[in-house]
């Protein structure tokens, strides 16, 4: 079956960098769409950088040139770099897949994907 565990959480000061992984299990990697999804207490989740299964990144305007999406099929694994990370950045951090590819304008829809990992904790502080 398929499963996501995320790791490389923690806590870092503003303006730090943070990078996030995320190794997947049970599945034909390279065919699944892949993505980063952040939840603030109280907030709705909300995408932060997905990648289709032809190399496509996808990102919001909030992290659009400090956050980077790269995945290494041979070792299974997804990466979240954050740079100039800020205080509005924590969350708990969540790894999602699907099979198959996404339109641009869906890849960043938490609806849209049907595995999601645990979550690891990014808290940055002032």
């Known amino acids: 079956q398929v499963q996501l565990v995320e790791s490389g959480g923690g806590s870092v000061q503003a303006g730090g960098s943070l990078r996030l992984s995320c190794a997947a299990s049970?599945?034909?990697?390279?065919?699944?769409?892949m993505a980063w999804f952040r939840q603030a207490p109280g907030k709705e989740r909300e995408g932060v950088a997905a990648i289709n299964v032809d190399g496509m990144t996808q990102y919001p305007d909030s992290v659009k040139g400090r956050f980077t999406i790269s995945q290494d099929n041979g070792k299974n694994t997804l990466y979240l770099q954050m740079n100039s990370l800020k205080p509005e950045d924590t969350a708990m951090y969540y790894c999602?897949?699907?099979?198959?590819?996404?339109?641009?304008?869906?890849?960043?829809?938490?609806?849209?994907?049907?595995?999601w990992g645990q979550g690891t904790q990014v808290a940055v502080s002032p």
């Open positions: 049970g599945y034909a990697f390279s065919t699944y769409s």
């Open positions: 999602a897949t699907r099979r198959g590819r996404l339109a641009w304008w869906a890849l960043l829809v938490s609806g849209n994907y049907n595995y």
